[in-house]
Protein backbone atom coordinates (compact mmCIF):
# COMPACT_ATOMS: atom_id res chain seq x y z
CA UNK A 1 0.00 0.00 0.00
CA UNK A 2 1.54 3.46 -1.12
CA UNK A 3 0.86 6.77 1.18
CA UNK A 4 0.39 9.41 -0.77
CA UNK A 5 -0.63 12.91 0.78
CA UNK A 6 -1.07 15.94 -2.07
CA UNK A 7 -1.68 19.62 -1.35
CA UNK A 8 -5.23 19.24 -1.25
CA UNK A 9 -7.65 15.97 -2.52
CA UNK A 10 -8.12 15.89 -6.07
CA UNK A 11 -4.55 18.61 -6.51
CA UNK A 12 -3.24 17.69 -9.95
CA UNK A 13 -0.04 19.12 -10.96
CA UNK A 14 0.37 20.83 -14.75
CA UNK A 15 3.48 20.79 -14.80
CA UNK A 16 5.84 17.82 -14.58
CA UNK A 17 6.63 16.11 -10.99
CA UNK A 18 10.10 14.72 -10.06
CA UNK A 19 11.34 12.91 -7.13
CA UNK A 20 13.71 14.71 -5.44
CA UNK A 21 16.18 12.14 -5.85
CA UNK A 22 16.62 12.95 -9.28
CA UNK A 23 17.61 16.57 -8.57
CA UNK A 24 20.76 18.37 -8.76
CA UNK A 25 22.15 20.65 -5.65
CA UNK A 26 20.71 24.17 -6.19
CA UNK A 27 17.64 23.07 -7.28
CA UNK A 28 14.11 24.45 -5.94
CA UNK A 29 10.38 23.44 -6.28
CA UNK A 30 7.58 23.41 -4.76
CA UNK A 31 6.63 19.93 -2.87
CA UNK A 32 4.07 18.25 -4.69
CA UNK A 33 3.24 15.08 -3.17
CA UNK A 34 4.82 12.34 -0.35
CA UNK A 35 4.75 8.73 -1.76
CA UNK A 36 5.55 5.99 0.39
CA UNK A 37 4.52 2.66 1.81
CA UNK A 38 5.29 3.52 5.24
CA UNK A 39 2.51 5.68 7.25
CA UNK A 40 5.27 6.16 9.98
CA UNK A 41 7.77 8.27 7.25
CA UNK A 42 4.82 10.41 6.03
CA UNK A 43 3.87 11.57 9.41
CA UNK A 44 7.93 11.81 10.38
CA UNK A 45 8.46 13.78 7.52
CA UNK A 46 5.32 15.87 7.67
CA UNK A 47 6.54 16.56 11.34
CA UNK A 48 9.32 18.14 9.91
CA UNK A 49 7.65 20.85 7.48
CA UNK A 50 7.61 18.69 4.33
CA UNK A 51 4.36 19.69 3.45
CA UNK A 52 2.67 19.24 -0.06
CA UNK A 53 2.87 23.12 -1.67
CA UNK A 54 5.90 24.14 0.78
CA UNK A 55 8.77 25.68 -1.33
CA UNK A 56 12.21 23.27 -0.82
CA UNK A 57 15.92 23.74 -1.91
CA UNK A 58 17.95 21.19 -2.53
CA UNK A 59 21.92 22.33 -1.16
CA UNK A 60 23.79 18.82 -1.45
CA UNK A 61 22.79 15.80 -3.53
CA UNK A 62 25.67 13.69 -2.57
CA UNK A 63 26.55 11.59 -0.30
CA UNK A 64 23.25 12.57 1.57
CA UNK A 65 20.94 15.25 0.65
CA UNK A 66 20.64 18.38 2.30
CA UNK A 67 17.31 19.89 1.91
CA UNK A 68 16.33 23.58 3.02
CA UNK A 69 12.48 24.63 3.69
CA UNK A 70 12.07 28.05 5.10
CA UNK A 71 14.86 28.71 7.24
CA UNK A 72 15.55 24.85 8.62
CA UNK A 73 17.93 22.55 6.65
CA UNK A 74 17.78 18.29 7.07
CA UNK A 75 20.10 15.68 5.90
CA UNK A 76 17.59 12.77 4.68
CA UNK A 77 19.16 9.73 2.86
CA UNK A 78 18.03 8.47 -0.70
CA UNK A 79 15.74 6.33 0.43
CA UNK A 80 13.14 9.13 2.16
CA UNK A 81 14.54 11.67 -1.34
CA UNK A 82 13.04 8.72 -3.63
CA UNK A 83 9.04 9.38 -1.66
CA UNK A 84 9.44 13.29 -1.80
CA UNK A 85 7.60 14.73 -5.40
CA UNK A 86 8.75 18.19 -6.16
CA UNK A 87 7.46 20.52 -8.81
CA UNK A 88 10.10 22.21 -10.88
CA UNK A 89 10.76 25.74 -10.14
CA UNK A 90 10.24 29.06 -8.10
Known sequence: MIISVRKKP???SKN???PLSRVEAGTKGIISQLKFNEPHIVKKLLGIG????ETIEVIRDFPVFIIKIGESKF???EKL???IYIILGN
Request: aromatic content about 12%; proline content about 6%; charged content about 20%.
Open 75 to 77: ALD
Open 50 to 53: LIPG
Open 81 to 83: VSG
Open 10 to 12: GFI
Open 16 to 18: KEF
